[in-house]
T-cell receptor
Framework: LAKTTQPISMDSYEGQEVNITCSHN???????ITWYQQFPSQGPRFIIQ???TKVTNEVASLFIPADRKSSTLSLPRVSLSDTAVYYC?????????????FGGGTRVLVKP | DVKVTQSSRYLVKRTGEKVFLECVQD?????MFWYRQDPGLGLRLIYF???????EKGDIPEGYSVSREKKERFSLILESASTNQTSMYLC??????????????FGPGTRLTVL
């Protein structure tokens, strides 16, 4: 399983862009990169997934360089409600025995 | 919307009791997962099931067992609860349809306290 490394915490202010970088040096050819968001007392929620280059949805963008050894989750113009823990995972979604390993995540605090 | 429900939000049990945590999903997903979450340790996978009656150990299966008799239901069993099993337990489900689909849908969690 590909191990991921991400910062423990980040502070930001309302209206700013937040970028969280995740390292996954031993990512496998079939692995996808997935990000989740978790609020206190709730289960994690899927944000975005990508394989290479750039993926964008209504919530975030995901930037993946050509070597795929890292990825950056970008949250545009954050608000107080974006305060949460963000997890980066890599894994092969098609494998029957696929397990995704959640690391410690990045705790993002958005200040007024 | 996919819905994953767990039988209890809060549960208090005594040491040595047998504990059942139930999880039900309504989207015909093939895969189901049980995690526990503790402060500073993130989410750790206990067991997962990729189909009915199929199960595989996760990273921390000791002290737990699981049952998946029907596709929509995945049960976590603590044969003899101990205080170090006090934790938040999260169930998730996922389809294997689609390329590289790693989207898991989580339930609200069960906070279990073992006294």
């Amino acid at each position: 399983l590909a191990k991921t490394t991400q910062p423990i915490s980040m502070d930001s202010y309302e209206g700013q862009e937040v970028n969280i970088t995740c390292s996954h040096n031993n990512i496998a050819t079939n692995d996808y990169i997935t990000w989740y968001q978790q609020f206190p007392s709730q289960g994690p929620r899927f944000i975005i997934q990508g394989y290479k280059t750039k993926v964008t949805n209504e919530v975030a963008s995901l930037f993946i360089p050509a070597d795929r050894k890292s990825s950056t989750l970008s949250l545009p113009r954050v608000s107080l409600s974006d305060t949460a823990v963000y997890y980066c995972l890599v894994g092969d979604g098609k494998a029957a025995g696929n397990k995704l390993t959640f690391g410690g995540g990045t705790r993002v605090l958005v200040k007024p | 919307d996919v819905k994953v429900t767990q039988s209890s939000r809060y549960l208090v049990k005594r040491t040595g009791e047998k504990v059942f945590l139930e999880c039900v999903q309504d989207m015909d997903h093939e895969n189901m997962f049980w995690y526990r979450q503790d402060p500073g340790l993130g989410l750790r996978l206990i067991y997962f099931s990729y189909d009915v009656k199929m199960k595989e150990k996760g990273d921390i299966p000791e002290g737990y067992s699981v049952s998946r008799e029907k596709k929509e239901r995945f049960s976590l069993i603590l044969e003899s609860a101990s205080t170090n099993q006090t934790s938040m337990y999260l169930c998730a489900s996922r389809t294997t349809v689609g390329q590289g689909n790693n989207e898991q849908f989580f339930g609200p969690g069960t906070r279990l306290t073992v006294l």
